[in-house]
């Protein structure tokens, strides 16, 4: 198994990477598709109107998600990791005014939001709770193209035909270390006497070279701790009804004024994690850009503990900041591969769990951990966040999302703080937890799995 760095970091834009990200994927992939031609359609006939259907928890919690802003840009022809979020009000305001779309490279296409996209509650697709249908019709309403989609978390988006084949083993990139659990993940450290970062970063520059990996890397942390200085320095209320006020600006600027009067109390480290974390997912929840780590609903635990050991570790530098993402990746690559990121599929325990671990992991291997610490910490991490729902207060992801951020984080130092007092034995593996966290989601509830039916998101009062 190989995922890489770059696919467990995406750049992109809020709030979620299910239901934002991977929505504009999906209307992307049908453009490309449409222009394509390699479908059958009847001579003559050509696309002139699009519509889309919305399922599953993209329909129960859609609109506070942005999943219909997101197909609406996607069908303009913008990406996640280029759009400038400045202008897409202004793209969807001139589609609703119009009620066409204008991709590049393609004739406009007729679409009208109010008509021609609808959020599906009653028909849930069979293959994921997190899917699209995307309709192409000619000029008399004759329907030429039907594709489905899945977005099945992260930003990853996979067709139905991409799903009903499972994984391609012919598809398997070739890298010297093709770890698919923990359990081969530390006996080819072992064997190899490297790291953990160390053998990521062979299997990357395997593929793509050490000077492509390096200034990828450098692009990924530039995006996370530019997220974290926007939302550090951004007050007011945050869009979608619940009048939530960021609270990041605010705090930070208490802190600055305690640290200029040198008043470190027992809290500090905390209040710094806390407030890097809280900085990101109210960026996240602004529609802001933002990294997947390794969804949005997480995005802020792992820039909040590498900026925490940028900020307190006199010893940081960019190398063991690219280490640190590097073994988060090779720990959220394993979670991914063996169970779940996605809050629709497991609830949050996949979101802010997964990036709980992945936060460990990455901090213990920059405070000199061994494998087996990495490992223990990733597994500490991982354990106490299990059985976590993910329950958004009117389908936002602000309550109780952007706290989670900070207490993920917080969870994440703890863990590897545990770790390196020990000498990397314990009792329950990595593995086993990533199990027992599939599991869990399989018994879950669905009100509980991002559907804004159950939790907090039923029994607080919207004002």
Not at 70 to 94: E, H, R
Not at 97 to 108: F, I, L, N, S, T
Not at 308 to 331: K, P
């Amino acid at each position: 198994m190989f995922l890489s760095v770059f696919d467990v970091f995406k750049i992109g834009i809020g709030p979620s990477s299910s239901h934002t990200m991977g929505p504009m994927t999906a209307a992307n992939r049908f453009l490309d598709e449409i222009r394509s031609g390699d479908w059958p359609r009847p001579r003559g006939a050509t696309v002139s109107a699009l519509k889309v259907s919305l399922h599953g928890s993209l329909a129960f919690t859609g609109i506070g998600h942005g999943t219909g802003r997101a197909v609406i840009l996607g069908l303009c022809g913008l990406a996640p990791d280029s759009v400038d979020p400045d202008k897409m009000d202004t793209v969807i305001a001139a589609v609703e005014a119009e009620g066409m779309v204008h991709p590049a490279g393609h004739p406009a296409y007729r679409f009208r939001p109010a008509q021609d996209l609808v959020f599906d509650k009653t028909n849930r697709l069979p293959g994921h709770t997190n899917g699209l249908q995307f309709f192409a019709y000619d000029s008399d309403g004759t329907l030429l193209l039907r594709r489905v989609y899945y977005s099945i978390g992260g930003g990853f988006v996979v067709s139905e035909a991409e799903l009903d084949r499972g994984p391609a083993k012919a598809e398997a990139v070739a890298v010297p270390y093709p770890f698919d659990n923990a359990a081969q993940m530390l006996e080819m450290a072992t064997s190899s006497g490297l790291s953990i970062a160390q053998m990521k970063r062979a299997n990357e520059e395997a593929r793509i070279g050490r000077k492509a990996l390096d200034a990828g890397l450098d692009r990924l942390w530039d995006a996370m701790s530019g997220c974290i200085d926007r939302g550090l320095r951004t007050d007011g209320i945050m869009p979608g009804g619940l009048n939530v006020k960021r609270r990041a600006s605010a705090i930070h600027g208490q802190l600055k004024e305690q640290w200029q009067r040198n008043e470190l109390g027992p809290l500090a480290g905390n209040d710094w994690l806390s407030v890097f974390a809280m900085a990101v997912n109210e960026e996240n929840a602004a529609g802001s850009r933002v990294v997947t780590a390794p969804t949005n609903g997480a995005a802020g635990v792992i820039p909040a503990v590498l900026k925490y050991h940028e900020t307190f570790d006199a010893g940081a530098s960019r190398t063991s900041l690219h280490d640190m993402l590097l073994t988060a990746a090779a720990v959220g690559g394993i979670i991914k591969h063996n169970a779940s990121i996605s809050g629709a599929e497991v609830g949050c325990q996949g979101e802010v769990g997964s990036a709980s671990a992945m936060a460990a992991a990455a901090l213990c291997a920059a405070m000199g951990g061994t494998p087996a610490q990495v490992e223990n910490a990733a597994e500490i991490a991982l354990e106490h966040h299990l059985g976590m729902t993910c329950d958004p207060v009117a389908g936002l992801v602000q309550i109780p999302c952007i706290e989670r951020n900070a207490f993920g984080a917080v969870k994440a130092v703890t863990a590897a703080s545990l770790a390196m007092k020990g000498d990397g034995t314990h009792k329950v593996s990595l593995d086993v937890c990533v199990e027992t966290m599939r599991q869990t989601g399989r018994d879950m509830s669905e009100r509980y799995k991002e559907t804004s039916l159950g939790g907090l998101a039923v029994n607080v009062v919207e004002c």
